[in-house]
């Protein structure tokens, strides 16, 4: 298999860089939207201002523009909404936006005017969006703001537009938009003041509906809204031996130095479970929503809470080189030679060799590493993906003596 050019491949990562997956995604969910909506809003321009201006009831309007196509404008617009969660990388918006292409790609596909085509990138869209479900993984409070939103007025325009065209089935009969907005509030609410009742069967289906959607819908956008509120106090409160259970094939970082810090949002960004251990009082800046333990890391009890018995690897990253030589020492004993690999940092060139002597498996020098990176471009020397590999990590062989 031939292999891409490096200058190549650096110009498809710098492009990645600029338009990140979340983004291209929110943008095909709003464009896919749009398209699916087009014949409304095409419809509605195909009429002059005036003409809308002479239509004085909705059982007009709906003849003109169609009572099924009222729920394709409520979902294309959707689209257009919890695109902008997308953005935010809300984990809510990925769930919802599903749905909603679902339902667009069943629309699309079944239609008699052709829109096959449609149908099929909504079903690319949706396969897109779930490979790349890892990208979406927060609890943002905007988000579930905007689900909130479009739920609720997606469900009010649905029971106002239903109970107008269903007016005459009502006691006393609805024919004005202002009585099908009360109708419609006072069944989602399960108010029931008895005031305005249904008298036929399809009615009565109907506000059922009402009522069973405004339950549902008020309470999720409730959980939508409330839930990364309280999500960072609950997951402090259920930390220790429930998270600890959770803990599975994830990497531990040790330290809360700004090298700590990037590591951890390099690996986050590829979809990797992280843990870290930090000094208790030691001022960090990691996310709220990291899965961080106050502790010494040193302190093999702390490392089976972190779940190392189960990690893939323990990155010491403190600034201390002799916190790291314990660390590494700690990770052994808790797990044996079997266990979670083990990188150390080393922040002094000269006790290189103290941290080689209680051997972790990968050794990591920033001032060794600039050093010969530097020396390499100045004098000239060939640098591939192999040598750049063996700067990076010097291996630490049995007895202690540099591989």
Same mark, same amino acid.
């Given at each position: 298999m031939p292999i891409m050019p490096v200058p190549f491949m650096r110009r498809v990562r710098k492009l990645l860089a600029l338009f990140p997956p979340n983004w291209c995604l929110a943008i095909l969910v709003a464009l896919d939207g749009y398209a699916f909506m087009h014949p409304v809003l095409r419809e509605v321009r195909a009429r002059e201002y005036s003409f809308w201006l002479a239509i004085d009831n909705w059982h007009e309007v709906m003849r003109v523009v169609g009572l099924l196509e009222i729920p394709r404008l409520v979902l294309g617009m959707g689209l257009q909404v919890i695109a902008l969660g997308l953005i935010l990388k809300a984990r809510i918006a990925w769930a919802f936006s599903l749905v909603l292409l679902i339902g667009i790609g069943t629309f699309a596909i079944l239609d008699d005017h052709g829109r096959a085509g449609l149908g099929i990138y909504t079903l690319v869209l949706v396969i897109a969006l779930i490979a790349y479900w890892r990208r979406f993984d927060r609890a943002s409070v905007t988000a579930g703001s905007l689900f909130a939103v479009v739920s609720m007025l997606s469900l009010v325009i649905y029971a106002v537009f239903g109970t107008l065209y269903l007016g005459s089935e009502f006691n006393p009969p609805i024919r004005d938009a202002g009585t099908a907005f009360y109708f419609s509030i006072v069944s $989602?609410?399960?108010? @029931?003041? @008895?005031d305005i009742t249904p008298h036929t069967g399809t009615a009565r289906l109907f506000t059922a509906s009402i009522i069973i959607l405004g339950i549902t819908i008020f309470a999720t956008s409730i959980s939508a809204?409330? @839930? %990364?509120? *309280? #999500? @960072?106090?609950?997951? /402090?409160?259920?930390? #220790?031996?429930?998270?600890?259970? $959770? /803990?599975?094939?994830? *990497?531990? *970082?040790? #330290?809360?130095? %700004?090298?700590?810090l990037s590591v951890y949002d390099g690996l986050r960004r590829r979809g990797d479970e992280v843990t870290v251990i930090v000094p208790a009082g030691t001022a960090q800046e990691y996310p709220a929503a990291a899965d961080l333990i106050e502790g010494d890391a040193s302190s093999v009890e702390v490392l089976r809470n972190a779940g190392v018995a189960r990690a893939r690897y323990v990155l010491a990253l403190r600034d201390d080189d002799a916190e790291n030589a314990f660390i590494v020492l700690a990770a052994k004993e808790a797990t044996g030679d079997t266990g979670a690999k083990t990188v150390a940092l080393v922040n002094t060139s000269k006790h290189l060799e103290k941290i080689r002597r209680v051997q972790p498996d990968l050794v990591f020098s920033v001032q060794l590493l600039g050093a010969e990176l530097l020396a390499r471009a100045i004098s000239g020397e060939p640098m591939d993906s192999q040598t750049i590999t063996d700067l990076f990590f010097t291996k630490a062989a049995p007895g202690g003596k540099a591989a």
């Open positions: $989602m609410s399960t108010v @029931g003041y @008895g809204i409330a @839930g %990364p509120v *309280i #999500g @960072g106090n609950l997951k /402090r409160l259920v930390k #220790g031996k429930f998270s600890t259970a $959770m /803990r599975k094939n994830h *990497i531990i *970082i040790a #330290g809360a130095t %700004p090298l700590a």
